[in-house]
């Protein structure tokens, strides 16, 4: 059994920065990859980026590609997302999530089987 807390989210204006956080429980932590996903209201959940277990290999949708930084810490058990120049499209609901297939990462949210609970990004013009 895997939880997820993610934190860090709030009300930015257009063109800051925010870092989330998401603080896995368990000693697994850096044995499967890692995901972001965002969900605006009336819309599907989207990829937003994605790591692998050591961080060598990331992904990132064109949407946030050289905006956000995905990483992870495995000796804290923990994954941010450092997002920057962000945009009133950015605000969403933000998920972290468990990669189900072990060291690398993939795109879609059925590939992922354990969620948390979403912290809230609003951005502002």
């Known amino acids: 059994q895997v939880q997820l807390v993610e934190s860090g989210g709030g009300l930015v204006q257009a063109g800051g920065s925010l870092r989330l956080s998401c603080a896995a429980s368990g000693r697994t932590f850096s044995s499967y990859g890692m995901g972001w996903f965002r969900q605006a209201p009336g819309k599907e959940r989207e990829f937003v980026s994605a790591?692998?277990?050591?961080?060598?290999?990331?992904a990132y949708s064109d949407s946030v590609k050289g905006r956000f930084t995905i990483s992870r810490d495995n000796a804290k058990n923990t994954v941010y997302l450092q997002m920057n120049s962000l945009k009133l499209e950015d605000t969403a609901l933000y998920y972290c999530?468990?990669?189900?297939?072990?060291?690398?990462?993939?795109?879609?949210?059925?590939?992922?089987?354990?969620w948390g609970q979403g912290t809230q990004v609003t951005v502002s013009s």
């Open positions: 999530a468990k990669y189900s297939a072990g060291l690398l990462w993939g795109t879609s949210p059925k590939e992922y089987d354990y």
């Open positions: 790591i692998s277990w050591s961080g060598g290999s990331t």
